[in-house]
């Protein structure tokens, strides 16, 4: 899947789609669970509010400046040769 056919999904199947994705790491803000994804060709961040359980956002990406919040979390099991 592409990025751009994500886009064209309807926030239930963005759901499904992400969590046929590999899931890479979480975070905390603003009161939500914000989970990171690996989908196709791009990162999906699913944001998660516990407090009514529900999925509250869906957001797919490919721009390296949204991993920031990752970055020092994320562990990598491939070696530079």
Known sequence: MTLNEFNLLSPKEKEVA??????LER???????????????FFAELWYDSTINEVTMLYGFRSPERLLPYLSRLRFDWQIP
């Open 27 to 41: 975070r905390y803000e603003a009161g939500q669970t914000v989970a990171l994804y690996s989908v196709g060709n």
């Open 18 to 23: 992400v969590m046929k994705g590999v899931f």
